[in-house]
């Protein structure tokens, strides 16, 4: 993707920068182990302000200047434009909420104003925009999902999309588990999505790429822990895609410091993790 295109992209999305991160204090309560209670309309809420001392005790690494691992995007990211906190669309899992603090991994300071997309794939294995190329084996999919194909294997799938770093051209309307969100202040986005699938040759993650200014500054991906994956796997609709082969120990890109730190919620799970960018690209 070119420089211009790419600038006009993050400009677009730098225009939410003033808008507050919704049920923010919820979301580090939970993280955090606060009491929390549930209103009328099904939200929860935090019982006690969120100081920052609890900013610090949930993101673990927060003020530790320690370069994020970088990865390839992989082939199936592609610019979803859908600028939101929410990116379950109709998509049935277990509940996941995400925080992510973004911080510069030379000063340690938070970066307000960056561009945080994620994107992965569902309860069995599909990625929106690519669902023919993305299916993949490992059992029987959920009911619903369409017919599986060859499992992703780091090839280009069809529809001009590849690996590495070049953007899939989508080859389908879909656009379930893709959103973008601006950090605020404190250099922190959250995101309500489902707990990841599988698929073959790779252990259960979700992408992120990071802007800042009109670069892609951080590409990475977070993890989980196994004992949670097989956890969350034994219950609907994931229990319908059985088969899978591969886990964080046996996974190329898994690294420890991108697991996720995550903590049981009333309705699914919590993970907050701190992600370090270098805007300068100076490999510091």
């Not at 309860?123 to 369409?146: N, W």
Request: proline share 6%.
């Amino acid at each position: 993707m070119g420089n211009d295109h790419e600038g006009q992209r993050v400009s677009r999305r730098r225009m939410l920068a003033g808008v507050s991160s919704v049920g923010l204090g919820a979301l580090v309560a939970a993280c955090a182990g606060k009491s929390t209670v549930t209103t009328s309309s099904g939200e929860t809420v935090a019982l006690q302000a969120v100081t920052d001392a609890d900013l610090t005790a949930l993101f673990t690494g927060a003020r530790t200047c320690t370069l994020t691992a970088s990865t390839t995007q992989g082939p199936y990211y592609f610019d979803a434009d859908k600028i939101r906190s929410d990116i379950r669309e109709d998509k049935q899992g277990t509940k996941l909420r995400l925080a992510l603090q973004v911080q510069d991994s030379e000063t340690c300071q938070p970066i307000p104003h960056a561009v945080v997309e994620i994107w992965h794939c569902d309860a069995g294995g599909l990625y929106s925009g690519a669902e023919a190329a993305s299916g993949g084996g490992g059992g029987t999919p959920p009911t619903g999902t369409p017919p599986t194909g060859t499992p992703p294997t780091g090839s280009p799938p069809p529809g001009g999309g590849g690996g590495g770093d070049t953007d899939l051209v989508p080859t389908d309307d879909k656009r379930y588990l893709r959103g973008a969100q601006v950090t605020n202040q404190r250099g922190i986005v959250e995101f309500t999505t489902i707990w990841p699938g599988w698929y073959r040759g790779r252990t259960v993650h979700v992408h992120v790429m990071v802007h800042v200014g009109n670069e892609k500054t951080l590409t990475t991906q977070l993890m989980f822990d196994e004992t949670l994956n097989t956890r969350v796997f034994a219950t609907e609709p994931y229990a319908q895609h059985t088969g899978r082969d591969t886990f964080n120990d046996g996974d190329s890109i898994y690294q420890p410091s991108m697991l996720l730190k995550v903590t049981r919620a009333r309705d699914g799970y919590v993970g907050c993790i701190v992600l370090n960018a270098d805007p300068d690209h100076d490999g510091v």
